[in-house]
């Protein structure tokens, strides 16, 4: 009897969360369900033989995970396209129109969170993967558990994916803030960047306290559900006990699709959850297959972004913040205000010049905006609401941090900061050395940096490799422990292997991103040819121009960098370029530029595919170039290629010619 009673508690609670959390109308108070869910508490720790993944009390966390094991997605999780005015909305449609003749269409809003993928097997919750890049995503099952928004246990039994968006509540995000503001932590940006990181947590008590959601709008059509029409896939998911975005409606034409997205923008800050457009498909199932898809997305669909929103606030101060190269950026200090779903209280001034031609002055009225829904931006200010107290703002001549003079190179807008000792630069510094583009040691990251500087572990690049010396200290730090001290050691060791080209750019030097870097590495093939490079040889390599030259030439005859790179050598640090085995393809020798987000492969993945087959990665679109390989939101490079004619690739013809 009590066996009966345990799973007839379970089927009674899942009814119970479904009824408050997806529905919002709960049928017994708070005190009832408390009581009936320690029932089942007592009854299962009776019963441990009865253990089930699915029950209501395995919701609320408790594994630690290692890492997320990488899945391989059964059917790729393809980008929509976006389109940002009505106009582009309008061409779209008729397009359609032409292909498959009047239809209807179906609108839903564009959450902000993070794209989820969700298996069932026999009725039974299996599996949740992260869109990750859309061919491979990481398996976050234990965190999504926690969601109490999914079912664990639905009524279908054939096996089924459906997908979704997982997403943190405003009211959620403003508190899980206030939380951490108070502990002294790190505030999430916004709503989308607090989900992403919750779900991302090893600890699934952690993913549960953050109290995420979900809404849920598709499901693959190669799948045995009884649908005709996206419509239907809600209305059925809705069914299932789903958790699906009310606010999807069905519209005929370009005017009743309008209507709608004025609607939903009227109601954009109303609502309690992030979206950033609206989602617009074609309704039939049967019509979104004749009308197939591009190499990056469905040809049936498409994402309508919201324009940038503005706010005005108080530019109550101007402060000026010191990176790795010395590089002196202006920043504003705003009064905060909600912008785009976040609140903003910092702002990029960029430079002098830039203050000086929008002329921003401290206590100003400024107009600012997120450039491209993310980074926030100064737009101008409202000058006929100045009164005489603000004055031009003007550059200081000496660094913040460590009060040595200001240096403005020519023909560059930036100040920088020269002394090589500056705290500020020496953190930003190493940070960089270490980071993934560099020498990628993935466990000393910025705050753990700042942390070591502070403690007088590292004080310079090169203390990296002597941080065994402080083994015991380090182990002692809040925080850390024997298996975080063991796997910083690893890779700092596993640094050392890296290629030249990883260790140049890592330097820093000035002018010197990773392209040069690899150029020079190939070119050169040790540090040792680099370090005794003249200008004139290497303003004789293609890429290589004079201020580089002339940057890389200062940088090795500073005293400060041959000590440094002595001692990296003393620890073994590889000062050599492995031989890349070059072949012969369809891309050799050709000027190739990648835009646009690829689903197979990350920019980097693709650009070194690239130059082993030959090719000749360039950074901007000309006459000049051969090949335009274009991604999902390709934007500005792709219509100058279009209006040059050039060669444009999509993503599968250049997978399949990397293949063969």
Excluded at 26 to 43: A, G, H, N, V
Aim: hydrophobic share 40%; proline share 3%; net charge negative.
């Amino acid at each position: 009897m009590s066996k009966e009673r345990l799973h007839e508690l379970r089927k009674l609670i899942t009814r119970y969360n479904y009824e408050y959390h997806v529905l919002d109308q709960p049928t017994i108070s708070d005190i009832e369900y408390d009581m009936l869910y320690r029932e089942l508490e007592d009854l299962e720790k009776e019963y441990p033989e009865e253990f089930d993944a699915n029950s209501p009390t395995q919701r609320v966390g408790g594994k630690v995970l290692d890492g997320f094991n990488k899945v391989e997605h059964q059917r790729a999780m393809m980008s929509l396209a976006d389109v940002f005015n009505l106009a582009e909305i309008e061409a779209w449609v008729q397009r359609i129109e032409k292909e498959v003749g009047r239809c209807d269409y179906c609108l839903e809003c564009k959450i902000d969170g993070l794209a989820m993928s969700i298996h069932y097997e026999n009725g039974h919750f299996r599996q949740a993967v992260t869109r990750g890049d859309g061919v491979v995503g990481e398996d976050v099952s234990e965190n999504v558990r926690t969601i109490k928004s999914i079912p664990m246990n639905i009524s279908y039994q054939e096996p089924l994916e459906i997908r979704g968006e997982v997403f943190m509540p405003r009211d959620v995000f403003a508190k899980l803030n206030e939380q951490r503001k108070a502990t002294n932590q790190d505030v999430f940006a916004n709503c989308r960047n607090a989900a992403a990181g919750s779900i991302r947590q090893l600890d699934s008590k952690v993913a549960a306290s953050r109290k995420l959601d979900a809404f849920w709008y598709h499901i693959p059509s190669d799948q045995q559900v009884p649908i005709a029409t996206q419509s239907q896939a809600l209305n059925w998911l809705q069914e299932q006990h789903f958790k699906v975005n009310p606010l999807f409606a069905i519209c005929h034409d370009i005017h009743e699709i309008e209507a709608y997205i004025a609607k939903i923008g009227a109601m954009r800050d109303e609502l309690g959850y992030d979206i950033d457009g609206i989602v617009i498909k074609v309704n039939d199932y049967r019509l979104q297959q004749l009308l197939g898809f591009n190499a990056r997305t469905p040809r049936w669909a498409i994402a309508y972004k919201f324009p940038a929103e503005m706010a005005t606030t108080i530019c109550e101060d101007i402060f000026i913040t010191v990176g790795r190269t010395g590089k002196c950026t202006p920043n504003a200090r705003l009064r905060p205000v909600k912008l785009a779903g976040s609140v903003v209280s910092y702002a990029t001034l960029h430079n002098e010049d830039q203050i000086k031609l929008k002329d921003i002055r401290i206590n100003d009225e400024v107009v600012i905006r997120k450039a491209g829904d993310i980074i926030p931006e100064v737009v101008r200010s409202i000058k006929e609401k100045r009164s005489e107290l603000q004055k031009p703002y003007e550059f200081p001549k000496l660094c913040p941090i460590c009060h040595m003079p200001l240096h403005r190179f020519e023909d560059e807008a930036a100040h920088y900061c020269i002394n090589n000792d500056c705290p500020a630069r020496v953190v930003s510094a190493i940070t960089h050395f270490a980071s993934r583009d560099a020498m990628n040691i993935d466990t000393l990251g910025e705050k753990r940096v700042e942390l070591f500087h502070k403690m007088g572990w590292i004080k310079s690049i090169e203390d990296i490799y002597h941080l065994e010396d402080h083994r015991d200290e380090i182990i002692n730090t809040d925080k850390f422990g024997q298996k975080s001290y063991d796997n910083l050691i690893a890779a700092i060791e596993k640094s050392k292997r890296n290629n030249l080209d990883k260790l140049i750019f890592g330097l820093g030097i000035r002018q010197v991103g990773q392209k040069a870097a690899k150029v020079l590495a190939n070119h050169f093939e040790t540090m040792e040819n680099l370090q005794q490079a003249t200008i004139e040889q290497l303003q004789e390599i293609a890429d290589i121009g004079e201020i580089t030259a002339d940057a890389i030439v200062s940088f090795f005859h500073d005293e400060a960098n041959i000590k440094l790179l002595t001692g990296l050598k003393a620890v073994n640090v590889n000062m050599t370029q492995a031989k890349q085995q070059v072949q012969e393809s369809y891309f050799s020798q050709k000027k190739v530029i990648l835009t646009g987000t690829l689903n197979k492969y990350t920019r980097n993945e693709a650009k070194a595919l690239l130059e082993q087959k030959g090719a000749i990665i360039v950074s901007s679109v000309s006459k000049n170039t051969d090949i335009v390989i274009v991604g999902s939101d390709a934007g500005s490079k792709l219509q100058k290629a279009q209006d040059l004619g050039l060669r444009i690739m999509e993503e599968d013809e250049f997978v399949s010619l990397i293949d063969n």
